[in-house]
């Protein structure tokens, strides 16, 4: 079958959530792009064909308007997975919620109990000899006490059909793309809340606060010399490869004499990335609390859940019902090893 024999319907969406897969996917299934290598169309998904097949263009100085998507009762099945596209640009566009997450898992439904491993014991990263007939040392894989808490995160799109449909499809793929970014921001302060609180199985960060016993210092001053302290509070085995901070922080730190050498300036005025004695790769985040620094070895940490699902109604979207349609999607974090993420205080 060509792409453009293809039968498009609001029943190709309903089957795609009843299998745990996106529009794009079940498109894709209907439609495979292997198909179409060495052709004309080599090179664009099953989307872009479609798109192609209606003569819709959705971006540059040619973009049409919002309307060409309602030509014909076809065309306008594809139009919510087109905001689906351009909604998720937003929600990755400038967030640092990848560069956090160990895992992502997709789940149909909204109840998930996670796993989690025994701690790291010291005496087991021995390489010890075991005798003949000897056990192992264990590490037991256990369910969580408690489900995941989701989280239903999005905005409501108020606009009608007439105020929309003369807008340039690129304009308006802006706005969608904004939106996403807000979507973005909610679920990163979610993933932030339970690296610091836990996820409600007694697992919240380890914390230690400068000026006390163990890091020493005086409190409320941030040194290299408190943040080297706070690296060797992590049990061996863990990498401390990601540090989430606010403002304030990441300020203080710039500002010390250990990241001032020349490579370090040049990579971060270059990169926008910042070198440390340390190697960890220093993210500013200002959802984290002011004066608050979380270490996380990133492998082990955080485990990402999403409801699969549409992000978009697509009913109401393709029944022209846009001033009603809401954007929005579930999820929810995970701990994995309580001890791979700890968090040192200013005061």
């Known amino acids: 079958m060509a792409f453009d024999d293809l039968k498009l ?11 745990g897969k996106t529009f794009s996917e079940k498109l894709e299934e209907l439609d495979p792009t292997e198909n179409y290598k060495g052709t004309e169309h080599d090179g664009l ?7 192609k097949r209606f003569d819709i263009a959705t971006s540059g100085g040619n973009s049409d308007v919002v309307a060409k998507f309602y030509q014909t009762y076809e065309s306008s099945v594809i139009f919510p997975e087109y905001l689906d596209r351009r909604v998720r640009e937003g929600i990755e566009e400038g967030n640092i919620l990848n560069q956090i997450v160990g895992t992502s898992t997709s789940i149909p439904a909204m109840q998930y109990t996670a796993t989690y491993g025994d701690e ?98 005086v409190a409320g001053t941030l040194t290299y010399n408190e943040i080297v302290k706070f690296w ?36 971060y005025q270059s990169t926008g990335k910042m070198i440390n004695p340390l190697g960890a790769n220093w993210l500013r985040c200002d959802v984290v609390p002011t004066g608050k620094l979380i270490g996380m070895d990133k492998r082990y940490c955080l485990e ?25 999607e ?18």
């Open 304 to 328: 990402e859940v999403t409801v699969s699902g549409t992000l978009i109604e697509y009913d109401k979207v393709i029944n022209r019902q846009l001033e009603r349609a809401a954007i929005s």
């Open 9 to 19: 319907e609001k029943g190709i969406y309903q089957d795609a959530i009843k299998e």
């Open 232 to 267: 060797m509070e992590f049990k061996e085995g863990y990498d401390v490869n990601t540090v989430i901070a606010p403002k304030d922080i990441i300020t203080a730190t710039l500002l010390m004499s250990e990241f001032k050498d020349p490579q370090a300036g040049f990579n």
């Open 45 to 51: 998904d099953a989307f872009q064909r479609q798109l």
């Open 120 to 217: 790291i014991d010291e005496a087991d990263l021995e390489l010890l000899d075991i005798a003949e007939g000897a056990e192992f040392p264990e590490t037991e894989i256990k369910l969580r006490d408690k489900t995941t808490k989701f989280y239903k995160r999005g905005r409501l799109l108020k606009i009608t059909y007439e105020a929309l449909q003369l807008m340039k499809i690129d304009v308006f793929g802006l706005h969608l793309r904004k939106i996403g970014m807000q979507i973005g921001k909610t679920q990163l302060k979610d993933a932030i809340k339970v690296l610091l609180n836990g996820d409600g199985n007694n697992n919240a960060a380890p914390s230690f606060t400068i000026g006390d016993g163990t890091i020493g210092g």
């Open 330 to 347: 579930i999820k929810g974090f995970n701990k994995i090893y309580k001890d791979s993420a700890m968090v040192l205080n200013l005061k």
